[in-house]
């Protein structure tokens, strides 16, 4: 499996980014797609997971009611759209996949490359 993040940048508080996963040589173990961040000093951590094939999507408290994530199963692509974007959301962005429903970083297998966002005050 392969995955490609892109889509990072440079964006002032309260405005948007939408982040874009590539995925290659998927298999029926990459039932779940999620996107993870770790911000300078500080651990990985959950941010949103979709169900490749349900859909059903599930988001860390922090990002809720801003970052929605999606896929499109013909493209083998998975998104991640944040808006309202705050300081703190400032961190390199990992896609991954997993084969069971889960926010534990150990549970995902397969890692993009990361991207990373900047929010400013």
């Known amino acids: 499996v392969q995955l490609q993040a892109s889509g990072g940048g440079l964006v002032q508080a309260g405005g948007s980014l939408r982040l874009s996963c590539a995925g290659s040589g998927l298999t029926t173990s990459d039932n779940f797609m999620g996107w993870f961040r770790q911000a300078p000093g500080k651990a990985r951590e959950f941010v949103a997971r979709i169900a490749w094939r349900a859909g059903r999507t599930y988001y860390a408290d922090s990002v809720k009611g801003r970052f929605t994530i999606s896929r499109d199963g013909a493209k083998k692509m998975f998104y991640l759209q944040m808006n309202s974007l705050k300081p703190e959301d400032t961190a390199v962005y990992y896609c991954?996949?997993?084969?069971?429903?889960?926010?534990?970083?150990?549970?995902?297998?397969?890692w993009g490359q990361g991207t990373l966002v900047t929010v400013s005050s």
């Open positions: 991954a996949t997993a084969a069971w429903a889960s926010a534990v970083v150990s549970d995902y297998h397969s």
